[in-house]
């Protein structure tokens, strides 16, 4: 069965460093996402992206974070400068349309994460 | 503001025991999702609802959309079944982002 797959798992790293998390989502979804969950709180949306741009980002989304499909099977969620605040588990998410027309629904396939740890 | 609100946040059930948890959303919807994520971190997808009920194995989801109310019910629990349970929604006309609820923790005790 096709899956979401991440790396590293476990990235620690210094403050300061710059970051570069890995997905490779399922190779025939054309929506990917990233979210990121900080310990004890809840998932947040980070950023979607289609058609090699972004289509949607939240306001955690900011000059810190790029995200790009380098050669159309990687997508990369990357941390330019990271913050202490940083340090969350990372997913990374790629969608299929289930269904036809205005009775598809969205289904969402996640990766199993990647855990940052900015020191 | 919380666009998903879940029900209870901690559960503590006995092996065996019949499970409900509560999600209540304040949007519109394409379909909710029920996600399980175990200690290790992992998310995975248990159920995808528009409507009605779904079944899979000891777990049933149901939604009442008029209502935007939506429950999973583990049967004969067991202590595998520990993890924690998130209700998400999904937006109509965009599906680009999820809204998530803040999570039930499960502990089944043997």
């Not at chain 1, 998932?43 to 995200?67: A, G, H, M, R, T």
């Not at chain 2, 999600?23 to 409507?51: D, E, K, N, R, T």
Request: charged share 15%.
């Amino acid at each position: 069965e096709p899956e979401v797959t991440q790396t590293p798992s476990h990235q620690v790293t210094q403050m300061g460093q710059e970051v570069i998390l890995r997905c490779v989502p399922i190779s025939n979804h054309l929506y990917f996402y990233w979210y990121r969950q900080i310990l004890g709180q809840k998932v947040e949306f980070l950023v979607s992206f289609y058609n090699n741009e972004i289509s949607e980002k939240s306001e955690i989304f900011d000059d810190q974070f790029s995200v790009e499909r380098p050669d159309g099977s990687n997508f990369t969620l990357k941390i330019r400068s990271t913050k202490l605040e940083d340090s969350a588990m990372y997913f990374c998410a790629s969608r299929a349309r289930i269904g036809l027309g205005l009775a598809g629904v969205n289904e969402q396939f996640f990766g199993p994460g990647t855990r940052l740890t900015v020191l | 503001k919380n666009e998903v609100e879940q029900s209870p946040q901690n559960l503590t059930a006995q092996e065996g025991e019949f499970i409900t948890i509560n999600c209540s959303y304040s949007v519109g919807i394409s379909a909710l999702h029920w996600l399980q994520q175990h200690p290790g971190g992992g998310i995975v997808s248990l159920f995808m609802l528009s409507s009605g009920k779904k079944k899979h194995g000891r777990l049933i989801a149901t939604i009442n959309i008029q209502e935007k109310h939506s429950s999973l019910h583990i049967t004969a629990s067991h202590p595998r079944d520990s993890a924690v349970y998130i209700c998400a929604v999904s937006p109509p006309n965009t599906g680009n982002q999820f809204y998530f609820g803040t999570g039930t923790s499960l502990t089944v005790i043997p």
